[in-house]
């Protein structure tokens, strides 16, 4: 059964530091490439970053673009999003995404799997 996990989600205050992972079963996690997305209460769900399969090459979306980082660990078939410098306007439920290729996409569309979400709350 294909499935990905996140973890590590939580409350932290504005500056904080969070390392959300996303732990993926089923498939062959090389050869896909892994992305970040998230969603706030009553907003349309975002993206945040992506990593190619090698882990050589990432992608990161403006709002976060210098205090994010993600990364993969293929030994493990996880991939991490280490967030720093926290603001309130992170708080959202963070979702881990996997899709074919070695192109990166912002749009949902191109993602096939999906995981169930895990909360962030950044308090000020």
């Known amino acids: 059964q294909t499935q990905l996990v996140e973890s590590g989600g939580g409350l932290v205050q504005a500056g904080g530091s969070l390392r959300l992972s996303c732990a993926a079963s089923?498939?062959?996690?090389?050869?896909?490439?892994m992305a970040w997305f998230r969603q706030a209460p009553g907003k349309e769900r975002d993206f945040v970053a992506a990593i190619s399969w090698s882990g050589g090459n990432t992608y990161y979306a403006d709002s976060v673009k210098g205090r994010v980082t993600i990364s993969r660990d293929k030994s493990k078939s996880t991939v991490y999003l280490q967030m720093n410098s926290l603001k309130p306007e992170d708080t959202a439920v963070y979702y881990c995404?996997?899709?074919?290729?070695?192109?990166?996409?912002?749009?949902?569309?191109?993602?096939?799997?999906w995981g169930q979400g895990t909360q962030v709350t950044v308090s000020s």
């Open positions: 089923g498939f062959t996690f090389t050869y896909h490439n």
């Open positions: 995404a996997a899709k074919r290729g070695s192109t990166f996409s912002v749009a949902e569309s191109n993602y096939y799997y």
